[in-house]
């Protein structure tokens, strides 16, 4: 199965491991991801200001590109994925700005292309039961805390991929790969975003309380979806280190990072990630069983 | 009786920009203060949420002005989850911030971020925070 793929800016820079564990756990699970051809950056925000249409220009682009090699699209990072379904929602509910978008980029588009979270290819098109059975090296006693924070799930009409509220779509994905999921009350928080670059303290904070969330539940590794989410929350160990002398550091890994371990790769493919809290110690207790 | 309350009868030109910006109408909101409780970013604001709507409601968007509220705001949208009556107030805050970048305003410089950390962060990053924070020309 061939499916048309949005890697977006950040997974072909800073995010590198994120993207190649996706296409190599793909590849495990029986699908190619194929680079859809032409694609710009997405805007890296949905513009929330209704008379801003300007905004919409490149990220209806790239789903008018998509349609053209497809009807499915698929995304990885968090922050696209938000802002081509929004938009793609606005391109379906509001033929008016529809059609000022459409014309000033010069592209048709009709609104009809689906656009897919990785996630939700793994949990409706491969099927959760269907990946357990791929998965070689067994994530057992393993205790891995979800992160969904504020971009992959809401708004919940919009976004409709999971109960922003009650949200199970990671926890099924790391059962089915052997580890034990924690449920801690802050999976859905915000790590404070692009804040870090204009209230660092207001990011540490918050990042802060997720961590230490996470680990007061026990937590062995953190998983997100989201390239910001795992910035702030992997750097700003840092400074809540310095600032509390008790604190222990949680490695954060890309979700697609954890499952292609799962499936068999090696851990070098970590490497391709900076990482400030090294995850290898942790994942290395496994056992070796790369096939 | 049913009394019903507009922009029209009691607000201003600058309110209505606002509403009409957020496509949101603040009236609507009736303080139930959940927004201010859900929201993560608090502690770093100088006004709360439900205060910045209760601001514009009674006609005082300067004191919302004032604010480091909506420049603090971190567009999570947790605020509109919880709203009882459906107030999507990241798009006020939206609104607020857009509003005073057209005329200018800057909130960050980018260019004074360390090269080093400039090395380090993901691209949505900056490019997110100059869509928030740096005037549009
Ligand atoms: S949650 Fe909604 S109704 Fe309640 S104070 Fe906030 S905006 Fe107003
Ligand atoms: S969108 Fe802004 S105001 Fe609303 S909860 Fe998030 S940070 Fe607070």
Known sequence: MNLTYFPG??????AKAFDEAAKRAGERLGFTLEEMPYWTCCGATFPLAEDYDMALASPTRVLARARKASDKLVTL???CHNVLKRTNHVMQTNPERRAKVTDFID???AGDLAVLHYLEVLRDEVGFDALAEKVARALEGLKVAPFYGCLLLRPKAEMQMDDPDRPRIFEDLLTALGAEPVDYPMKSECCGAFQVVHSDAMATRC???IIGSARARGADLVVTACPLCQFNLDDRQAEMAKADKGFRGVPVLYFTELLAVALGEGLDLLSAE?????????????????A | MRVRIETEQIGNDRIRKIEEVAAQS???CYQCGKCSAACPATPEMDMLPNQVIRYLQLGLEERVLEANTPWICASCLQCRAVCPKGVDLARIMEAVRMLQLRKGRNEIRLQDLPPEYLKRVPQILLISASRKFVPLS
């Open chain 2, 26 to 28: 603040v009236y609507r």
């Open chain 1, 107 to 109: 592209e048709d588009y």
């Open chain 1, 9 to 14: 800016c950040t997974l072909y820079t800073k």
């Open chain 1, 77 to 79: 990072c968090a922050v």
């Open chain 1, 274 to 290: 900076r990482h400030a809290v090294d995850p290898v110690p942790v994942l290395q207790a496994l056992g070796d069983e790369a």
């Open chain 1, 207 to 209: 990042s802060r309380e």
